[in-house]
C-alpha cells in the first residue's frame, strides 16, 4: 500500500494534529472529515483538497468504506458508537483516548474491533516517545534487577487545570468523566507498560480542594474581566490567556475562539466560559489525587496528579534490586548499586506534541498498516482495556475508601 486514506471523525484540535502528523511527509492522505462544526470541517477540507466534508460521522458510515482507516478524536462520550460501527465497516482505527466513559462500553469497543479484525490504536500517546523507549530499554536490559517500587507524578500545571478541567469541557464528570480518567488514564498506561506486569490492587485518595465557591476571595467577580482582585490571581483569566496572543501556537486560544487576537481573546473572556471566575463554575472533578498500584508479582507504585504545580513534563523514579532511574521527563539518571557509578541518558526529548508522542504514535499507526505489522502499535486492544480497568478501580477505591482488586480478563 504506498499511500494510506484516512478518514477524520472529530476536526478538533487532537484530531487535526493526527491528521497532519499523517499526512504531511506524504504516507496518508485525507479522504474524508466528518464534523458538525462548518468552520471546522471546512478548515480541514481547504488543508486537503479532494476530501469530502461531511456534517456528522453517521453520513461517512453510510457510504462504502472509502478510507483504509479512520481517526475518531471526538468528545470523549462519543466514541463508542463511531468506533464499533467503522470497526463493523473494515476500517483501520486510531481511537483518541479515552476509549469511552463507561468501562462496558470500552470492552464493546474492542470486541467488535477483534470481531472485524481491523488494526486498533487507542492514543497512549506516551509510549511512543524516545523518552519512553529510551527508559524501557534499560529496564529491559535488566540494569537496575528487577522493579521494586516506583514513584511517578503528572504536574498538571495550575493554569492547565483551570482551563481543561474547571473552566472548560472536562470539569464536570457527568458530561465528561472523571479527572483520573479524562487526564491521567495515560500514566496508568505508562506504568502498566514501563513495568510489563498486570495492575491486581488498587488503593486511592484525593478530592476537589481549592477550586470551590468557599475559597473566592473576597471582593473578588463572578468574571475575571471585572474582578477587583485579578491582579493577586493566579487563575485571572487575562493573566492565563493574554501572553499566549500574537505566539505561533494556536492552542490554547483557538479553545476560546476562533479569532485569537487580543479583541477576540477579550471578547470570549468577557462573554464565554474561559472568562468565569474558578471559584464560582460549575466543575466537580478533582484537583488532586494520588493512586497506590500493586502488580503482579507484588512491585509497587505511587501515582500522583495534582493541579497545583507548573505545567511541566512527568516526573518518575524508578527502584530496582541493583540499581534506579531518576526521570525528569527530558533526561535519564541511571545509577548502579554494584559500582556506585551514574550515566546520564539523553533521548533527545522533542519539545512539543507530547515528547514526540503524537507523531511517534501516529508513525506506528502507518507502519501497522502499511507493512501489514501489528506490533507496531505498542498497546493490544486488550492491553489498552486493562489501562481502562485500572482508573475506573481507582476511583472506586477513592469514592468508597477501599482498597479494590481487579478482576482477571476473559
Not at 483501520?92 to 488494526?119: Q, T
Not at 514526540?356 to 501516529?362: A, P, Q, R
Request: hydrophobic letters at 40%.
Amino acid at each position: 500500500m504506498s499511500q494510506v486514506g484516512l478518514a477524520l471523525v472529530g476536526a478538533g484540535d487532537r484530531g487535526t494534529r493526527y491528521t497532519r502528523y499523517a499526512t504531511m511527509g506524504g504516507r496518508a492522505r485525507l479522504a474524508a472529515v466528518a464534523e458538525p462544526d462548518a468552520r471546522r470541517r471546512d478548515a480541514m477540507l481547504t488543508e486537503h483538497p479532494g476530501a469530502l466534508g461531511f456534517d456528522s460521522w453517521q453520513e461517512l458510515a453510510a457510504r462504502p468504506r472509502i478510507a483504509d482507516a479512520v481517526v475518531i478524536a471526538t468528545l470523549d462520550a462519543q466514541h463508542v458508537e463511531p468506533a464499533v460501527r467503522f470497526a463493523e465497516l473494515g476500517y483501520h482505527i486510531l481511537l483518541e483516548k479515552p476509549m469511552a466513559i463507561r468501562l462496558e462500553d470500552c470492552l464493546r469497543i474492542v470486541e467488535a474491533a477483534e470481531k472485524a479484525g481491523v488494526l486498533f490504536a487507542v492514543c497512549h500517546v506516551l509510549r511512543y516517545t524516545p523518552y519512553t523507549r529510551a527508559m524501557k530499554a534499560v529496564l529491559d536490559s535488566g540494569r537496575i534487577g528487577e522493579i521494586v517500587t516506583i514513584e511517578h507524578l503528572e504536574p498538571v500545571g495550575w493554569w492547565h487545570h483551570a482551563h481543561s478541567y474547571v473552566r472548560g469541557n472536562w470539569r464536570r464528570t457527568d458530561q465528561a468523566t472523571f479527572m483520573l480518567l479524562a487526564k491521567s488514564c495515560h500514566d496508568l498506561d505508562w506504568l502498566a507498560y514501563v513495568t510489563g506486569r498486570r495492575v491486581s490492587r488498587v488503593s486511592s485518595f484525593g478530592g476537589l480542594k481549592h477550586f470551590t465557591a468557599a475559597n473566592q476571595p473576597a471582593g473578588a467577580a463572578d468574571r475575571c474581566l471585572d474582578c477587583a482582585v485579578a491582579a493577586d490571581c493566579p487563575y485571572a483569566a487575562q493573566r492565563i490567556y493574554l501572553p499566549f496572543v500574537g505566539g505561533g501556537e494556536r492552542w490554547p486560544l483557538s479553545v476560546l475562539s476562533e479569532d485569537t487576537s487580543e479583541e477576540g481573546v477579550l471578547r470570549a473572556l468577557r462573554e464565554g466560559p474561559y472568562g468565569r471566575c474558578v471559584y464560582t463554575c460549575d466543575n466537580d472533578v478533582v484537583d488532586h489525587q494520588v493512586v497506590d498500584l500493586e502488580f503482579d508479582g507484588g512491585a509497587t507504585a505511587s501515582f500522583t496528579m495534582t493541579a497545583f504545580s507548573p505545567k511541566a513534563p512527568r516526573k518518575t523514579r524508578i527502584f530496582g534490586t541493583r540499581g534506579s532511574i531518576d526521570g525528569d521527563g527530558d533526561l535519564l539518571t541511571v545509577t548502579d548499586f554494584v559500582t556506585g557509578a551514574t550515566e546520564v541518558i539523553d533521548p533527545q526529548t522533542p519539545k512539543d506534541g507530547h515528547s514526540g508522542g503524537d507523531e511517534g504514535l501516529v508513525t506506528a499507526f502507518l507502519d501497522a498498516i502499511t507493512g501489514d505489522n501489528p506490533s507496531a502499535i505498542l498497546s493490544h486492544p486488550r492491553e489498552s482495556l486493562h489501562s481502562h480497568e485500572i482508573a475506573w478501580a481507582a476511583e472506586e477505591a477513592r469514592l468508597t475508601g477501599t482498597v479494590v482488586t481487579l478482576k482477571e480478563q476473559q
